[in-house]
């Protein structure tokens, strides 16, 4: 079974860090895509790519412009893990935050999602 962990979430002060992770587990050949997206507070059918990656290594990545210049997404493809640093917090950035993975194994492809970290980020 393939599934995705996620870690790293919680409450800081505005201005603050936070580094979430996202591992993916089971039989995995590859992966294609691995992305951070968000669910704001209220927004329950809306669900915001927040930053993406493409490929392995240093991959190519993009970001939401609300975020750009303030969060870096990673990827540690020997660990099937990937990573949202979020520097410079705003409360806006208030959300449960999802990882995404298109991942391949042997028998199929999956589109799959974590269970969601909760980030808030107080004024």
């Known amino acids: 079974q393939v599934q995705l962990v996620e870690s790293g979430g919680g409450l800081v002060q505005a201005g603050g860090s936070l580094r979430l992770s996202c591992a993916a587990s089971?039989?995995?050949?590859?992966?294609?895509?691995m992305a951070w997206y968000r669910q704001a507070p209220g927004k329950q059918r809306e669900r915001e790519l927040v930053a993406g990656i493409i490929g392995s290594g240093s991959g190519r990545t993009n970001y939401a412009d609300s975020v750009k210049g303030r969060f870096t997404i990673s990827r540690d493809s020997t660990k099937n893990t990937v990573y949202l640093q979020m520097n410079s917090l705003k409360p806006e950035d208030t959300a449960v935050y999802y990882c995404?993975?298109?991942?391949?194994?042997?028998?199929?492809?999956?589109?799959?999602w974590g269970q969601g970290t909760q980030v808030t980020v107080s004024s």
């Open positions: 995404n993975a298109h991942v391949v194994t042997i028998a199929q492809r999956y589109d799959l």
């Open positions: 089971g039989s995995i050949r590859s992966i294609s895509v």
